[in-house]
């Protein structure tokens, strides 16, 4: 017991004990959160934007022009052949994917769990949902070949009579995907609707303040509007957090509702969610530490939340590590001789640094640098081990899929899987537009939910009365809460 | 229907509050006094203030519920419809009958989800009469603050118990501030 803090003394001293850590540091008011938050959007483009803009909107271009080129002489442009079928295609389809689903566990699970820490990073968690669903969408889109067939995909009556296979794991990613797009974009739209009130009250231009006010719906904060308003975001949450889980499932049926050794299996389910939130959660540190260190948010995007946000990364890499074990066993235990073979392979066939480097050290290893409060609360530690994490789950994806075809059940077949220059621009494309998207929604709308961090600080409670004694935190060097 | 001296219909009479806690405590006091036709306005949904105003549960809940169950028929329909009569399709030696059933379930279980969202969406809109582009309120220039931190309470002029210094008074008791009166046009 000798770590145990002392009793209290006052009931004052207790209840310093047990007051929990305020969201918004240095006891920041309403108006300076509309302040910092809007003035983000209202204040001209700061230089390191537009260089980082003409980056990632040069990355974005040469990617589309790679796609028109694919698309336009054909898939051969690729590296795909036989044995390896789905390659950097399928492999950047899951990685982006995977990367959506932190952001609606982010709005939707933690809002059911009424985790008030959310309200900070949920708008732009959730904004990074629809970039990267729409760079995953790029994917299966164009590797069909020919793109203008893709509307074979929808139950569209047709005079050749022929309807699509309602049984395939592919076309349940169909509906899975779409559904999931157009519900994120719902659930972020009605989130913004309070928020771009305030620029449109707040807007000096006649441009702006229509296009805020066009927007905005005619929203006035009138409690009748959020009783039913409330009501809705729950429902949207309740509605979004099944459907989360259920995406990455059926991602992951694609591959385990066929036979090859290391796809075929039932552990595949949660093992991907757990590896998309991993991924995802990441993907937002990757993106929002910049942001805060950029736009000086460090009273709302406080230690706290990074902290809790590395904390979960460490949670679900270590699901992922347990999912990694638990294959390899079930190879051995299985005694099936083709499915050892393929694990075998994995960690020491052609491919083998990719297991070592990606998947243990990125993957398993450097996720447990989180159990250490040093390391939680440095944010180069976590901004590395986030690359990592970043780095690890591409490989993940590799792995699996490529992983899986190269050396199938007859060697006379086995091969190995080389990315042309439109492969890897392709990707590499995808990383532009969805890094320009972000950049442009920085720009453009309220990064931060204001309505909802307002009702984070004690102003916001109807029983606060006098203000009680919290312990003002100074944001400089040594930036504990606690 | 009132007018101001100078022609102006009027809309209600407004007050802004300091605070959450002041417009909660001003809008039990509205409530008691029996008002109808009356709202208060703030920058976030408040805690407690849909018992403070004498307001119930949302049964948004309702639209929800009718647009999942129509996603799920409706993923009923498209995909035994063609399974059943119009092409059957025989694959992974599965049946085209009933007994297929699980291999429907994604693809029911995405449509629920997807017509319950959209339900909730239009209904949030069209239960509160949104989009509504112009209102009265908007023509106070203090008003533009409740998307900021102000806290305000209007009560309509045709509330059965509207009476210009009825309302002033009962505004001023509760602390209102700035206490003014709104125009329709």
Not at chain 1, 236 to 248: D, E, F, N, R, Y
Not at chain 1, 474 to 480: D, F
């Amino acid at each position: 017991m000798d770590g145990a803090p002392a009793a209290p003394e006052t009931i004052q001293e207790a209840e310093q004990q047990i007051a929990r850590a305020p969201l918004v540091l240095n006891r920041r008011n309403l108006s300076w959160l509309t302040e910092r938050i809007s003035g983000v959007v209202e204040q001209p483009a700061p230089r390191w934007w537009w260089v980082a803009f003409t980056i990632t909107a040069s990355a974005a271009t040469f990617g589309l022009f790679c796609l028109g080129y694919q698309i336009s002489t054909g898939v051969g442009t690729w590296g795909n052949n036989i044995p390896v079928g789905w390659a950097w295609d399928i492999t950047n389809f899951v990685f982006w994917i995977g990367i959506g689903h932190a952001g609606t566990l982010i709005s939707a699970i933690l809002f059911l769990l009424r985790q008030k820490w959310r309200t900070s990073i949920n708008r732009s968690a959730e904004a990074m949902t629809l970039f990267a669903v729409i760079c995953a969408a790029i994917f299966p889109g164009v590797h069909v070949g020919r793109v203008w067939m893709a509307w074979y995909l929808a139950p569209i009556p047709n005079n050749w009579a022929i309807w699509p296979n309602f049984r395939s794991a592919l076309m349940w990613d169909v509906f899975a995907v779409s559904t999931y797009f157009t519900v994120s974009v719902l659930f972020w739209y009605t989130g913004l609707v309070p928020d771009l009130a305030t620029l449109r009250d707040r807007a000096t231009t006649k441009i702006r303040k229509f296009l805020f006010g066009i927007f905005a719906l005619g929203w006035r904060g009138s409690n009748r509007h959020w009783r039913h308003y409330e009501m809705a975001y729950l429902l949207l949450a309740g509605l979004s957090t099944p459907l989360v889980l259920s995406v990455h499932s059926v991602v992951s049926f694609d591959f385990a509702t066929s036979v090859l050794p290391t796809w075929h299996s039932t552990i595949f389910p949660p093992y991907f969610v757990a590896g998309a939130i991993f991924g995802g959660f990441a993907m937002v540190l990757t993106l929002l530490l910049p942001c805060r260190a950029m736009f000086k948010l460090h009273d709302v995007i406080t230690p706290q939340h990074i902290d809790k946000m590395a904390k979960i990364i460490l949670l679900t890499g270590s699901f992922v590590g347990y999912a990694y074990m638990m294959e390899f066993f079930i190879a051995w235990y299985s005694g099936n001789s083709y499915e050892r073979f393929a694990f075998w392979n994995r960690i020491f066939g052609p491919y083998w640094w990719y297991w070592w480097v990606g998947m243990l050290f990125c993957n398993v290893l450097s996720p447990q640098l989180f159990w250490f409060r040093w390391c939680r609360y440095n944010v180069y530690v976590v901004y590395f081990v986030c690359m990592c994490v970043n780095a690890g789950m591409w490989f993940e994806r590799f792995i699996i899929i490529v992983g899986g075809l190269h050396r199938d059940f007859i060697p006379s077949s086995w091969g190995l899987f080389i990315p042309t220059w439109v492969d890897i621009w392709t990707y590499i494309g995808t990383l532009g537009i969805f890094t320009s998207l972000f950049l442009l929604f920085v720009r453009f709308l309220p990064m931060i939910a204001m309505s909802e961090v307002k009702t984070a600080v004690p102003e916001a409670d109807v029983h606060y009365a006098t203000p009680p004694e919290i312990q003002s935190v100074s944001t400089g060097g040594k930036e504990r809460t606690r | 229907m009132m007018r101001t001296p100078a022609g102006h219909k009027v809309y209600a009479m407004a007050a802004e509050y300091p605070s959450a806690a002041a417009l909660c405590e001003a809008a039990k006091r509205v409530r008691d006094a029996g008002f109808r036709r009356w709202d208060v306005f703030s920058p976030f949904p408040i805690h407690g203030m849909d018992e403070a105003m004498g307001l119930g549960k949302s049964w948004l809940s309702g639209w929800v519920l009718f647009g999942g169950v129509s996603g799920l028929l409706t993923a009923a329909l498209v995909e035994f419809g063609p399974s059943w009569f119009l092409y059957r399709l025989d694959v992974h030696g599965k049946p085209w009958n009933f007994w297929t059933v699980p291999a429907f379930f994604p693809i029911m279980f995405e449509l629920t989800v997807l017509f319950g969202a959209f339900a909730a969406f239009f209904a949030w809109q069209g239960m509160n009469g949104l989009p509504r582009w112009y209102h009265p309120l908007f023509n106070w220039e203090r008003f533009s603050r409740v998307t900021n931190d102000g806290f305000f309470l209007a009560i309509e002029a045709r509330d059965p118990r509207f009476t210009e210094n009825g309302v002033r008074e009962l505004l001023e008791q509760t602390g209102g501030q700035h206490i003014t009166i709104v125009h329709e046009d």
